[in-house]
T-cell receptor
Framework: DGGITQSPKYLFRKEGQNVTLSCEQN?????MYWYRQDPGQGLRLIYYSQIVNDFQKGDIAEGYSVSREKKESFPLTVTSAQKNPTAFYLC?????????????FGEGSWLTVV | EDQVTQSPEALRLQEGESSSLNCSYT??????LFWYRQDPGKGPEFLFTLYSAGEEKEKERLKATLTKKESFLHITAPKPEDSATYLCAVQGSSGGYQKVTFGIGTKLQVIP
């Protein structure tokens, strides 16, 4: 079945550590995204990418990094510079259309700082 | 700046009690309005895309409608399995394809 796979589902980070969240899609979508979801707030865009080896900062990119070496893959690294990393992280993909750009989401990853 | 406001924040219905969720939006040139369902601890599941005022789409007990200022998600004779948070999002003409603004959602609880 086509879809977006995120791993791990749950991740714990110690202070000062970098952690990487994996995201793979087999929908043949060009665009991929990372969002962060916090209680009482709408989804906030961290990074997005339209093509391989190119990506752009979203609204809250500080403390995060990404790579896009393959069309199917868009991993997110939460660095030690991210001061409040505990959140629900959502990877997503779409055709990247200028109109009617329907975004499809993975199941999400919970990151907790311990 | 595009804005999305959803109301109510939470809604409790008896099974079979029909109701509507509201999504008010401000956008410069609507290019798409999206509805999603999100279960606790899971990613949003896509429901509908609407493009222009007057458009309607249906799926089982759900029907989405669109005007120039708001969208409604009508739920007819809901069942307990319809309990979830429903998210609304808009894509406007300012900014690129990635500029999709999400609301906070309406948390729906359907009681047997």
């Amino acid at each position: 079945d086509g879809g977006i796979t995120q791993s791990p589902k749950y991740l714990f980070r110690k202070e000062g550590q970098n952690v990487t969240l994996s995201c793979e899609q087999n929908l043949n979508h060009d665009a991929m995204y990372w969002y962060r979801q916090d209680p009482g707030q709408g989804l906030r865009l961290i990074y997005y990418s339209q093509i391989v080896n190119d990506f752009q900062k979203g609204d809250i990119a500080e403390g995060y990094s990404v790579s896009r070496e393959k069309k199917e893959s868009f991993p997110l690294t939460v660095t030690s510079a991210q001061k409040n990393p505990t959140a629900f992280y959502l990877c997503a993909s779409s055709l990247g259309q200028s109109s009617g750009n329907t975004i499809y989401f993975g199941e999400g990853s919970w990151l907790t700082v311990v | 700046e595009d804005q999305v406001t959803q109301s109510p924040e939470a809604l409790r219905l008896q099974e079979g009690e029909s109701s509507s969720l509201n999504c008010s939006y401000t956008v410069s040139g609507l290019r798409g309005l999206f509805w999603y369902r999100q279960d606790p601890g899971k990613g949003p599941e896509f429901l509908f895309t609407l493009y222009s005022a007057g458009e309607e789409k249906e799926k089982e007990r759900l029907k989405a409608t669109l005007t120039k200022k708001e969208s409604f998600l009508h739920i007819t004779a809901p069942k307990p399995e319809d309990s979830a948070t429903y998210l609304c999002a808009v894509q406007g003409s300012s900014g690129g394809y990635q500029k999709v603004t999400f609301g906070i959602g309406t948390k729906l609880q359907v009681i047997p």
